[in-house]
T-cell receptor, first 114, second 114 residues
């Protein structure tokens, strides 16, 4: 497989701006996940998709965050009106459609909000 | 609610000595348990998983983990540490009732000294 691809690798933005990240999962994987990781912490679950359906969204996620997976392939994560607290590494992962399946992670998008 | 605890921020061990990285979990129903590793400037990689069956599971790079249901633990072990094992290790859990999100612990940094 070609692996999970995330773009861009780095994003620097000013507070109040909108940003969008893209994730291309492994082609045969039905499930796609978004996580956020800050320094010294483990990945924090944000949301996941099975095909194009968004099945769960973290209650910690504010309304400024939205994710889509329109054709069940790539996904985008948008953050509106960014805040300095949004600065983090945003990770995407994908997996096959079995409950016990391992996650394959991308290299992440590092967001810095100035 | 699912949760994972990794009580040690860092584990230091000499090369050639056995290592243990601790993990305890809380989940509804039977757990699916995972260990992932994160090397500097690289994405998270799967090491091993416990689904059912033998309490001792073997994974990549000579690592193994022991599932203990009564203690709700899933400690990562290796009989003989290598300097190249130095990395950040994450324990993760997924419940088998409702939803497919995987919850990660805060991570333990393993430092192997030559």
């Amino acid at each position: 497989d070609t692996g999970v691809s995330q773009n861009p690798r780095h994003k620097i933005t000013k507070r109040g701006q909108n940003v969008t990240f893209r994730c291309d999962p492994i082609s045969e994987h039905n499930r796609l996940y978004w996580y956020r990781q800050t320094l010294g912490q483990g990945p924090e679950f944000l949301t996941y998709f099975q095909n194009e359906a968004q099945l769960e969204k973290s209650r910690l996620l504010s309304d400024r965050f939205s994710a889509e997976r329109p054709k069940g392939s790539f996904s985008t994560l948008e953050i509106q009106r960014t805040e300095q607290g949004d600065s983090a590494m945003y990770l995407c992962a994908s997996s096959r459609e079995t409950t016990n399946e391992k996650l394959f992670f991308g290299s992440g998008t590092q967001l810095s909000v100035l | 609610a699912q949760s994972v605890a990794q009580p040690e921020d860092q584990v230091n061990v000499a090369e050639g000595n056995p290592l243990t990285v601790k993990c305890t979990y809380s989940v509804s129903g039977n757990p699916y348990l995972f260990w992932y590793v994160q090397y500097p400037n690289r994405g998270l990689q799967f090491l091993l998983k416990y689904i059912t069956g033998d309490n001792l599971v073997k994974g990549s790079y000579g690592f193994e983990a022991e599932f203990n249901k009564s203690q709700t633990s899933f400690h990562l072990k290796k009989p003989s540490a290598l300097v190249s094992d130095s990395a950040l290790y994450f324990c993760a859990v997924r419940g088998n009732t409702g939803g497919f999100k995987t919850i990660f612990g805060a991570g333990t940094r393993l430092f192997v000294k030559a």
